[in-house]
């Protein structure tokens, strides 16, 4: 079974520029969720999409923005780069949503898009 | 909002020794879920091990298991007999109502040989 597939492994833009990654879930999985990690500091919660539908999102400028296709697949947008926008960006995906069990909505990540804004 | 709480920046450990990586988290909410992720230098966040508010043991999954401490709002990760392939990242993560994770900062583990 395929896993979370991100592309393009490596981006370089440059300030002002669009950037656009991708990502494929784990096939059945329908919640899709992106993750900002700039270098040396934690994961920030930017989207998270389920059956299409954008569910929650972080504390993010909307310039960050994304969408989930009907193959569940999605993709993050992000509008006028900035050099803080430099960062790996990760998406997971999940069963989607479970009422009740926390467990069974392990997000399985994939290995990250690395956007550099010169 | 959730904030979860990792204070210690790096930590070395002896090959085949235990470690403790230490994690709090503070939320009001009854019913939330407790995670444990493993980032190598590849940057694939890996799944460890799960602590359910309600479950009245502490989670284990081979050489993992998980300190949950409710009352002091404390879930810190034990690893067992160290490996040098241990050597990464570790992130906790509390998921409340909303079906997303929320992660602590990390802490880096270094296994020395």
């Known amino acids: 079974e395929a896993g979370v597939t991100q592309s393009p492994t490596h981006l370089i833009k440059t300030r002002g520029q669009q950037a656009t990654l991708r990502c494929s879930p784990i096939?059945?999985?329908?919640?899709v969720y992106w993750y900002q990690q700039a270098l040396g500091l934690g994961l920030q919660f930017l989207l998270w999409?389920?059956?299409?539908?954008?569910?929650n999102r972080g504390n993010f400028p909307p310039r960050f923005s994304g969408r989930q296709f009907p193959n569940y697949s999605s993709e993050l947008n992000v509008n006028a780069l900035e050099l803080e926008d430099s960062a790996l960006y990760l998406c997971?995906?999940?069963?989607?949503?479970?009422?009740?069990?926390?467990?069974?909505?392990?997000?399985?990540f994939g290995a990250g898009s690395r956007l550099t804004v010169l | 909002a959730q904030k979860i709480t990792q204070t210690q920046p790096g930590m070395f450990v002896q090959e085949k020794e235990a470690v403790t990586l230490d994690c709090t988290y503070d939320?009001?909410?009854?019913?939330?879920?407790l995670f444990w992720y493993k980032q190598p230098s590849s940057g694939e966040m890996i799944f460890l091990i799960y602590?359910?508010?309600?479950?009245?043991q502490n989670a284990t999954e081979g050489r993992y298991s998980l300190n949950f401490q409710k009352a002091r709002k404390s879930a810190n990760l034990v690893i067992s007999a160290s490996q040098l392939g241990d050597s990464a990242m570790y992130f906790c993560?509390?998921?409340?109502?909303?079906?997303?994770?929320?992660f602590g900062t990390g802490t880096r583990l270094t296994v020395i040989p």
């Open positions: 993560a509390e998921e409340t109502g909303a079906n997303n994770l929320f």
């Open positions: 999409y389920d059956e299409g539908e954008e569910r």
């Open positions: 602590q359910g508010s309600y479950d009245q």
């Open positions: 997971a995906s999940s069963p989607g949503q479970l009422a009740g069990d926390h467990g069974a909505n392990v997000l399985t």
């Open positions: 939320t009001s909410d009854p019913s939330y879920g």
């Open positions: 096939s059945g999985h329908t919640s």
